[in-house]
């Protein structure tokens, strides 16, 4: 008699199981990562204490302390670490440990105080001091790089390899994309009306050497109303020692002169800043973004978009750039800088108009705007700025706070009651036993592949909470066995044939799985969402191993009963299967042992 249609194949299903357990395995080799990471408590890590900077020298508020703290948690959350801790020490304290080695990087964008300012430039030079001296030009132009107009091809001003003593339309352009007008790459500016800052001798033989005394050249800085920022621009050096000059990352002060963040091929620019125009709280989102080489993009980039304040505001700004571009193409007013923690992250001239879409894009050079860099630059624009400036007090790599043999013990443990799951089975259940066995061998493996992917994949680390997750995770699988074990016997007892049986006991077990399972998981998801540090790692792998369960149960527990219903060991009820209806039925009723003696084939 053939087989109904809708017969079940338990073979397909374990062979798609396993080719998914395979795909698993090789995504685990092609990440390069074959062996769990470990958390902070089973391998060490980075600890740094961050001390909060007030301009009295007094405790900051309590309530910038809790908000420091959640935007930590937020950012490092948001870079994929796991197992994390960010907590407050005293009034003015916060320790940031990080699992796993080589976390400095990280620990320094936690603390990063991410002030995001859009100002308008009102004076440019080389980063070398300027006080009784002409500005020094530059001479090594690179790619520079700007903000776009609703994200289409940022401008690219023209390079001059050969400066030249007159103004022209040509920027050159600093690391990072920070074009500089002619003034800056002239070798002798001269006064004029222009934005652009000049100098001359005051007085000069035909020869261009002094005939008198030299005195201090005259710069003519327009707009800039604040004598002490420009006093404080022409000493300014940004090649040595910190790049944040004083003040640089104050909001409320009207002038600033700053440095850039970095240099970019042995070349650092200095500003002066207008007002602030735009502020990082109107930022709404941010993401890092890759080359585009169809839009003339070879760099990675940060996309930000604006609230609508921020859209208008930022409108505003380009407007009054754009505007002085028109009149005067080299003017440093052209210019609009963004501006992080009191340093210029890149200044693009605005040459094609107002940018009223609300939003914008931080881009540089290739070889320093990589991946890493704009990745890293997105996630702390994403969650805010802190409301305080910290500083480093103390940066130490820390070794396993509990060591190998915690983690010995922990293994053993679990081995302990993975034997006991096993003997149990075993004496129960028989060679039925085995199905449960074989199937707590499968979600081990699948856990483990698991694991691994979402350690390499989401940072996930294996802490000693997320180990006794999992330990007590072996109960709640041989549950499900059990369940669907015992209903399987029930019905054999009712005197049906075994292959019948397995489908009708699939019917009514796997409802109370399900329900028991979904309980356990929502259990989990609970805890995972109120809960912090290791009770958070605990509930996630108790969730995770509650998935893998009922993928275990239905994919491979189910269909391999089938299939050994089908032998006949199991078929035919021998003693050792487990499945013998003599022994069943003397359970069920001792006054007839053989009375309901009957073949289980189908």
């Known amino acids: 008699m053939a087989p109904p249609k809708n017969a079940p194949k338990p073979g397909r299903t374990l062979l798609a199981l396993f080719a998914i357990m395979v795909v698993m395995a090789g995504l685990a080799v ?68 990080v699992p796993g080695e080589g976390q400095g990087r990280v620990v320094n964008l936690i603390g990063t105080t991410a002030k995001l300012q859009f100002r308008q430039v009102f004076a440019v030079a080389d980063g070398k001091p300027s006080t009784g001296a002409a500005p020094t030009p530059s001479a090594s132009p690179s790619k520079s790089a700007g903000a776009k107009k609703d994200g289409g091809k940022s401008p690219s001003p023209s390079a001059s390899s050969s400066p030249s003593g007159s103004a022209s339309p040509s920027a050159s352009s600093t690391p990072r994309g ?133 859209a208008r505001q930022f409108g505003e700004v380009t407007t009054a750039a754009s505007q002085a571009y028109q009149q005067n193409p080299s003017s440093p007013q052209a210019q609009v800088a963004i501006v992080l923690d009191g340093q210029v992250v890149s200044a693009p001239s605005i040459r094609e108009g107002a940018i009223t879409g609300g939003t914008a894009s931080i881009d540089g050079p290739p070889d320093s705007f990589n991946q890493q860099y704009a990745t ?105 066995f059990i369940v669907y074990f015992e209903r399987l016997r029930d019905e054999l007892r009712a005197g049906r044939k075994l292959r019948s049986s397995v489908e009708n006991a699939w019917k009514r077990a796997r409802r109370t799985i399900l329900v028991a399972d979904a309980v356990t998981f929502l259990a989990a998801l609970v805890l995972y969402f109120l ?51 003599r022994r069943l039925h003397k359970a069920q009723d001792t006054s007839a042992p053989a009375a309901r003696t009957t073949s289980q084939e189908a």
């Not at 239905?554 to 499945?579: D, E």
């Open 178 to 310: 920070r074009a500089l007008s002619g003034a800056m790459t002239a070798p002798t500016p001269k006064p004029s009306g222009s934005a652009a800052p000049s100098a001359t001798p005051s007085a000069s033989s035909p020869l261009g050497q002094p005939s008198a005394p030299p005195t201090a050249p005259t710069q003519e800085y327009p707009g800039v109303t604040d004598k002490a920022v420009i006093s404080q621009f022409e000493a300014l050096n940004c090649y040595s020692g910190d790049r944040r000059a004083p003040g640089s990352n104050d909001p409320n002060r009207k002038f600033v002169a700053a440095c850039d963040q970095d240099e970019e091929s042995g070349q650092a620019a200095k500003y002066i800043l207008g007002p602030v125009r735009v502020l990082g709280e109107s930022v709404s989102s941010a993401s890092a973004m890759p080359p585009n080489a169809q839009q003339g993009q070879a760099s990675w980039s940060v996309s930000l978009k604006f609230n609508g304040t921020g």
């Open 531 to 581: 809960a912090v540090g290791g009770v958070a790692g605990f509930a996630f792998a108790m969730g995770l191993t509650t998935l893998i369960d009922v993928v275990v149960v239905f994919f491979f527990t189910k269909p391999m009963v089938a299939l050994l219903a089908r032998t006949n060991f199991f078929g035919r009820g021998h003693p050792m299967s487990g499945l013998d209806p």
């Open 376 to 480: 890293d630059l997105a996630n702390v624009l994403k969650y805010g700025a802190l409301p305080l400036e910290f500083k480093q007090s103390s940066i130490d790599e820390v070794s396993s706070t509990l060591g190998s043999d915690q983690l010995t013990g922990g293994l053993v443990a679990g081995a302990i009651g993975l034997g006991l799951v096993v003997l149990y089975c075993l004496f129960y259940y028989r060679g039925l036993g085995l199905v449960a066995v074989t199937s707590l061998v499968v979600a081990s493996a699948i856990t483990y592949e698991a694991v691994v992917i979402l350690g390499e994949g989401m940072g996930f680390r294996l802490s000693l909470p997320h180990i006794i997750g999992l330990i007590v995770s072996i109960g709640i699988t041989a549950d499900s």
């Open 30 to 97: 092609w990440q390069g990562q074959t062996k769990p990471k470990l958390g902070l408590d089973l391998a060490g890590g980075t600890t740094v204490t961050l001390t909060a900077k007030t301009a009295n020298g007094k405790n900051p508020p309590a309530n910038q302390m809790d908000q420091a703290v959640k935007i930590m948690t937020k950012r490092v959350n948001g870079l994929g670490v796991s197992d994390a801790e960010v907590a407050k020490q005293g009034s003015n304290n916060i320790v940031v440990n």
